[in-house]
């Protein structure tokens, strides 16, 4: 059965920072690139960053480049989404994608809210 579940998402202040992390089981993890996606209030959902299976790649969209860093731990089965300097801008619902590489079979996460606040 194949699971992302994500996490580390919540209230935070702007200028703060958040660590959200996506954990991934029933499927074969280094075998499948992973991104980060959002969608907030009204808005459709876009892609934030991407990382490649091996981690070697990666990539951002231009509203977060710069804050914004993807990682992934093969070992742990688990991608991180590290953002710095939080804007109002960035409070969104934010989800993790797996698309294997061969088949481009893909799945989603359950979502995280952050919420960007004073």
């Known amino acids: 059965q194949v699971q992302l579940v994500e996490s580390g998402g919540g209230l935070v202040q702007p200028g703060g920072s958040l660590r959200l992390s996506c954990a991934a089981s029933g499927f074969i993890f280094s075998t499948y690139a992973m991104s980060w996606y959002r969608q907030g209030p009204g808005k459709e959902r876009e892609l934030v960053a991407s990382i490649s299976n091996t981690g070697g790649t990666t990539n951002y969209a231009a509203s977060v480049k710069g804050r914004v860093t993807i990682s992934r731990d093969n070992g742990k089965n688990t991608v991180y989404l590290q953002m710095n300097s939080l804007k109002p801008e960035d409070t969104a619902v934010y989800y993790c994608?797996?698309?294997?590489?061969?088949?481009?079979?893909?799945?989603w996460g359950q979502g995280t809210q952050v919420t960007v606040s004073s």
């Open positions: 994608k797996a698309v294997a590489v061969l088949t481009l079979n893909a799945y």
